[in-house]
């Protein structure tokens, strides 16, 4: 699926794109062979939340500061150009204002510039990382990354959990408003998708969305589109929504007492939730326990293969990860393969062409990178790349059989050998 307000890369944003397919883009894959084996280079870093690929060679790291927040000082963030192989810092940004602290988001858009949305301020970079531009976003909240719609503008929301989230429509050149805010039917958590000109948000209760309306210049509530995922049940929040070309997919049970690992640090006693709504009918739509174990929770989305129809979500509270096969015209959801004790957690990569899924496997107190047959769940690699933490951020691939693991104390380049 192409992103026009992207630029034309193998990895332009977070999940490959705003869609959240997290599928890896022109790729051969790692095609794993017999005998070959997983390996890293690693470097120490100060809460790294993702990579991008520019242009061949060029690749970049976001990161940012945290322990002024917990004096009640404001946060910054900091993008690098790296070394692809050596990790090495080749080009730093000075410090960026932000704000409030929350993983932010950064891409690669269609006019060449990089963007970062950090705390509440959104900044326009060259591609030595020197600031252009920037932008003071108008809640005092830490604003959850953005989405770039096909026609190059940008959009971004404050994350908010007790009061309606509120979205911003940038334009890319000016880093000015092009409309009024809107402000969303209720408070939302979890990052935006978008497909086309598209704005996708899943608030605490229930997702809806928001079409470009070009002739009035302003973003347009879809009222015959919205399902309340909550209903009376005691769940809480969803996460990240995939959008496929029928779908929209995400997790509940949301909220969690996460610091260090995922494991045991579900918040609600119910078991988190994989939820299915057409994109066509809102009231198409599925629910199903992931495993079925109550403290379940999650933090980020299920990973779709449009071509295979296959969903893998997990339950990172109760270390289960979880795949099915999806039958788009019975709307019928078989168990595939099922893996317990497995310390699933965060984003996910896709190689479309190979099947290879790459997720992180926290175990023994450490992190652990492993690629999977997606079809068969079948181990065909295995790193222990040494994070302290259970990674819930970003990777995204190398320009060859590699890929870059984001965790909150490293960052590692692992690679087939």
Same mark, same amino acid.
């Given at each position: 699926?192409?992103?026009?307000?992207y630029?034309?890369?193998?990895?332009?944003?977070?999940?490959?794109?705003?869609?959240?397919?997290?599928?890896?883009?022109?790729?051969?894959?790692?095609?794993?062979?017999?005998?070959?084996?997983?390996?890293?280079?690693?470097?120490?870093?100060?809460? &790294?939340?993702?990579? %991008?690929?520019?242009?061949?060679?060029? /690749? !970049?790291? +976001?990161?940012?500061?945290? *322990?002024?927040?917990?004096?009640?000082?404001?946060?910054?963030?900091?993008?690098e150009?790296?070394?692809?192989?050596?990790?090495?810092?080749?080009?730093?940004?000075?410090?960026?204002?932000?704000?409030?602290?929350?993983?932010?988001?950064?891409?690669l858009?269609?006019?060449?510039g990089?963007?970062?949305?950090?705390?509440?301020?959104?900044?326009?970079?060259?591609?030595?990382?020197?600031?252009?531009?920037?932008?003071?976003?108008?809640v005092n909240?830490?604003?959850n990354?953005?989405?770039?719609?096909?026609?190059?503008?940008?959009?971004?929301k404050?994350?908010?959990?007790?009061?309606?989230?509120?979205?911003?429509?940038i334009?890319?050149?000016?880093?000015?408003?092009?409309?009024?805010?809107?402000?969303?039917?209720?408070? &939302?958590?979890?990052? %935006?998708?978008?497909?086309?000109?598209? /704005? !996708?948000? +899943?608030?605490?209760?229930s *997702?809806?969305?928001y079409?470009?309306?070009?002739?009035?210049?302003?973003?347009?509530?879809?009222?015959?589109?919205?399902?309340?995922?909550?209903?009376?049940?005691?769940?809480?929040?969803?996460?990240?929504?995939?959008?496929?070309?029928?779908?929209?997919?995400?997790?509940?049970n949301?909220k969690?007492?996460?610091v260090?690992?995922?494991?045991?640090?579900?918040?609600?006693?119910?078991?988190?939730?994989?939820?299915?709504?057409?994109?066509?009918?809102?009231?198409?739509?599925?629910?199903?326990?992931?495993?079925?174990?109550?403290?379940?929770?999650?933090t980020?989305?299920?990973?779709?293969?449009?071509?295979?129809?296959?969903?893998?979500?997990?339950?990172?509270?109760?270390?289960?990860?979880?795949?099915?096969?999806?039958?788009?015209?019975?709307?019928?959801?078989?168990?595939?393969?099922?893996?317990?004790?497995?310390?699933?957690?965060?984003?996910?990569?896709?190689?479309?062409?190979?099947?290879?899924?790459?997720?992180?496997?926290?175990?023994?107190?450490?992190?652990?990178?492993?690629?999977?047959?997606?079809?068969?769940?079948?181990?065909?690699?295995r790193?222990?790349?040494?994070?302290?933490?259970?990674?819930?951020?970003?990777?995204?691939p190398?320009?060859?059989r590699?890929?870059?693991?984001?965790?909150?104390?490293?960052?590692?380049r692992?690679?087939?050998?």
């Amino acid at each position: 699926m192409s992103h026009p307000g992207y630029l034309a890369t193998p990895w332009p944003g977070e999940d490959g794109g705003p869609n959240r397919l997290q599928a890896v883009h022109r790729s051969a894959g790692l095609a794993m062979r017999e005998g070959e084996k997983l390996s890293f280079a690693r470097r120490r870093t100060l809460l &790294s939340t993702m990579t %991008l690929l520019g242009a061949p060679g060029e /690749v !970049y790291l +976001l990161t940012h500061s945290a *322990i002024r927040a917990r004096l009640g000082f404001a946060t910054t963030s900091c993008v690098e150009r790296i070394d692809p192989l050596t990790l090495k810092t080749i080009h730093r940004s000075p410090r960026l204002a932000g704000g409030p602290m929350w993983p932010g988001g950064m891409a690669l858009h269609c006019n060449g510039g990089l963007y970062v949305v950090y705390g509440r301020y959104l900044h326009r970079l060259d591609r030595d990382c020197q600031p252009l531009a920037m932008l003071k976003l108008p809640v005092n909240e830490a604003y959850n990354s953005f989405v770039i719609l096909d026609n190059g503008l940008i959009v971004t929301k404050n994350l908010s959990e007790t009061t309606p989230a509120r979205l911003s429509v940038i334009d890319a050149e000016t880093l000015r408003p092009v409309c009024a805010d809107t402000d969303c039917p209720e408070p &939302s958590i979890a990052r %935006l998708s978008a497909i086309g000109n598209t /704005v !996708y948000v +899943l608030g605490v209760r229930s *997702i809806f969305r928001y079409h470009w309306d070009a002739e009035t210049g302003g973003l347009l509530f879809d009222t015959g589109w919205r399902f309340d995922y909550i209903g009376s049940t005691a769940q809480s929040y969803g996460w990240d929504v995939v959008l496929d070309a029928r779908n929209a997919w995400f997790m509940d049970n949301g909220k969690h007492s996460y610091v260090i690992k995922m494991i045991g640090n579900g918040v609600s006693a119910t078991p988190n939730r994989l939820i299915r709504v057409s994109l066509g009918d809102a009231s198409d739509h599925q629910i199903l326990p992931v495993c079925g174990l109550a403290g379940g929770s999650i933090t980020n989305p299920p990973l779709i293969d449009v071509a295979r129809q296959i969903v893998v979500g997990y339950d990172s509270a109760n270390s289960h990860l979880q795949a099915w096969r999806f039958d788009a015209e019975a709307k019928a959801m078989t168990p595939l393969w099922h893996k317990s004790g497995f310390g699933c957690a965060s984003h996910m990569l896709l190689y479309p062409e190979t099947g290879e899924l790459v997720v992180n496997d926290y175990r023994r107190g450490g992190e652990e990178v492993v690629v999977l047959k997606i079809e068969s769940g079948a181990e065909t690699g295995r790193v222990r790349v040494g994070g302290f933490n259970q990674g819930v951020v970003f990777p995204s691939p190398g320009w060859g059989r590699d890929f870059y693991w984001s965790s909150m104390d490293c960052l590692a380049r692992v690679f087939v050998e």
